[in-house]
């Protein structure tokens, strides 16, 4: 199927996934972009101070829960941030639209938080794209 398919569904109604050609693009509930940052140390965030302005990291809210291959991490400020695979995770300022990735490959450090579905004729469950 080469058409783009777009799956979205809610994960502990704070997160999305977009499937298309069996890579999903994570997002917020609002399907904005997620991004991860090569800086970044398992789960340790460095991106602070203006980085954090212009990738605002995504922050846990009382509400979410917990899925497989999500987790969180405990910024400097004491605020949570959601990571997944031990990746933290941002959003862009630059994106300013549902499904926008205008992020991906900034200074060749930011990149579209992806995973891989699983097929037929695959045996990895999940990874990200673009390491």
């Given at each position: 199927?080469?058409?783009l398919l ?6 502990a109604?704070s997160?999305n996934?977009?499937?298309?050609q069996?890579v999903?693009?994570l997002t917020?509930?609002d399907?904005?972009?997620?991004y991860t940052?090569?800086?970044d140390?398992?789960?340790n965030?460095?991106c602070y ?5 212009s ?12 899925r497989?291959g999500?987790?969180?991490?405990m ?6 941030q959601?990571?997944?695979q031990?990746k933290p995770?941002?959003l ?11 992020g991906d ?8 938080a ?6 037929e004729?695959s045996?990895s469950?999940?990874?990200y794209s673009?390491?």
């Amino acid at each position: 199927m080469n058409k783009l398919l777009i799956l979205a569904f809610t994960l502990a109604a704070s997160f999305n996934v977009a499937a298309s050609q069996n890579v999903t693009v994570l997002t917020n509930l609002d399907g904005m972009t997620l991004y991860t940052f090569d800086k970044d140390s398992p789960n340790n965030s460095h991106c602070y101070d203006s980085c954090a302005t212009s990738w605002p990291p995504y922050l846990v809210t009382s509400s979410d829960a917990a899925r497989p291959g999500w987790g969180v991490t405990m910024r400097e400020d004491g605020s949570t941030q959601h990571t997944f695979q031990g990746k933290p995770l941002y959003l862009w300022v630059g994106d300013q639209h549902t499904g926008d990735r205008t992020g991906d490959g900034i200074g060749g450090v930011w990149h579209t938080a992806t995973k891989k579905a699983k097929t037929e004729h695959s045996q990895s469950g999940s990874s990200y794209s673009g390491y």
